[in-house]
């Protein structure tokens, strides 16, 4: 009996979960030194400082920022080094400034 409570349990909340709404807003990503095809207004220029030399970091804070403004796209700027910085009693490396522009097209 108690084995049945818990596979009606396990049923149900699955059923639930396959009926939540799914967000299909897809962000386009163009990248650096590419000039898009399609007509577009500007979002909002995007940035985002780490330590990271990874471009996959900043491009996943680009699309969730993106999304949340509702752009269909980023635009990819160029990256730039903000030198070799070091912190007391903190990090020590090179700060990176990350840039995307991000766009709704209008065709």
């Known amino acids: ?4 409570s818990l596979i009606v349990l396990g049923a149900c909340l699955l059923a639930g979960c396959a009926t939540k709404p799914v967000k299909s807003n897809l962000v386009e990503i163009i990248p650096e030194g590419t000039t898009p095809t399609r007509k577009y207004t500007k979002v909002k220029l995007l ?3 780490n330590w990271s030399s990874k471009e996959t970091d900043a491009m996943n804070y680009f699309v969730k920022k993106a999304e949340a403004l509702g752009a269909d796209a980023i635009i990819i700027q160029p990256k730039e080094n903000e030198g070799f910085k070091v912190y007391p009693f903190g990090k020590v490396g090179y ?10 097209w209008t065709d």
Do not use: C, F, P, W
């Open 95 to 104: 700060k990176y400034r990350y840039k995307a522009l991000a766009v709704k």
């Open 1 to 4: 009996m108690r084995l049945l």
């Open 47 to 49: 940035y985002n400082v």
